[in-house]
């Protein structure tokens, strides 16, 4: 049975909703929303930050929590530096690590489920999860990324605009990506993350660097997908579901 850890990088500052991790959704800090999530699809869930704040309420509730360096260009490099520390720590090795957004705070545990199924294949060192764009959505929000795979679900491209191009319209079913991941561990901890890709640079997603470095990255399709948080509009909407969802 693979052993596997939820791992949510997690930072205080923010551009749009500084220290979002430790707002209030229905009396409890969203990242102890998502902690909870974790520890509930995988067993084990470990909060990743470099920022005294977020450490001490993880703590309060009884989470697990890792201090990082405050350099991470990304939550991927953050998972590794956490995954190190604790493998170290506590002389265990992982077989599937979760790189969980710290800003989904009602996760579906059914998603990691069916994240963590892709690797039933041996050959699939990453996995993500995508979803068809809904109607009424607009495919070309450079903000809600693309994806093209192939006919086994693996990853050819991901990009912030549309692609393909339709020059013939032959309605292409677009395909939303959702940025949740899945790794094996030999595969996570062989990430160039110090060498991002051109590609990587000019689209600004971390991801295109995998593929374009070989890794193969596996999609899983699901029907919906967990309300984000970026802006105090997010936030208010979470706060208004909360209401519906089990804590």
Known sequence: ??????????RYASTRLEGKPLKAIGGHPMIEWVYRRGVSAVGKAVVATDDERIAAAVRSFGG????????????????????????AEHGERYDIVINLQG??????????????????DEGVEIATLVRPF??????????????VVDVQGRALYFSRSVVPYERNA???????????????????????????S????????????????????????????????????????VRRQAAHEVF
């Open 134 to 147: 809904q109607q009424g959505e607009e495919v070309s929000n450079p903000n809600a990324p693309k994806v």
């Open 198 to 237: 051109l590609l990587e640079r000019c689209e600004g997603l971390e991801q295109l660097s995998w593929l374009y470095y070989g890794f193969v990255v596996q999609t899983r399709e699901v029907t919906d997908e967990s309300l984000s948080v970026d802006t105090p509009e997010d936030l208010e909407r």
């Open 170 to 196: 032959v309605g292409y079913p677009y395909l939303k990506h959702i940025g949740i991941y899945a790794f094996r561990r030999e595969a996570l901890l062989r990430l160039p993350i110090a060498s991002p």
């Open 1 to 10: 049975m693979k052993k596997v850890i939820a791992i949510i990088p997690a």
């Open 64 to 87: 697990e929590v890792v201090l990082t360096r405050g350099s991470h260009l990304s939550g991927t490099s953050r998972c590794i530096e956490a995954l190190e520390h604790i493998e």
């Open 103 to 120: 800003d989904e705070p009602f996760l579906d545990p059914h998603s990691v489920a069916t994240l963590i199924a892709a690797f039933d």
